[in-house]
């Protein structure tokens, strides 16, 4: 079966830096794509940034210019690298990939168990 699992949550203090890890294992064809969504307490899940198997990289409006995302293809692994965070950065912080586990199947989503991130003011 495939998991991801997260690392590298904690605690900082504001103007801190946190770098968020995510490994992807099990029996995977093929990813999509990877990326990291968060949710604040009481708040919707929202989405963070996202890579795609070749690069090409998106980030949401709040945390772009802040945040840097990157992968290593060869160990489906991807990051988060979090510069000059805020309180309002404050979330449980969660894998996501897209990928196939057949190649004669759809592409799915799977996720992580999350990883919590605090940013003390």
């Known amino acids: 079966q495939v998991q991801l699992v997260e690392s590298g949550g904690g605690v900082v203090q504001a103007g801190g830096s946190l770098r968020l890890s995510c490994a992807a294992s099990g029996s995977i064809f093929s990813i999509n794509g990877m990326g990291w969504y968060r949710q604040a307490p009481g708040k919707q899940r929202e989405w963070v940034a996202h890579?795609?198997?070749?690069?090409?990289?998106n980030y949401a409006d709040s945390v772009k210019d802040r945040f840097t995302i990157s992968r290593d293809n060869a160990q489906n692994t991807v990051y988060l690298q979090m510069d000059s965070l805020k309180p309002e950065d404050t979330a449980v912080y969660y894998c996501n990939a897209r990928l196939k586990i057949k190649s004669y199947r759809p592409a799915q989503d799977y996720w992580g168990q999350g990883t919590q991130v605090t940013v003390s003011s």
């Open positions: 890579i795609l198997s070749g690069g090409m990289t």
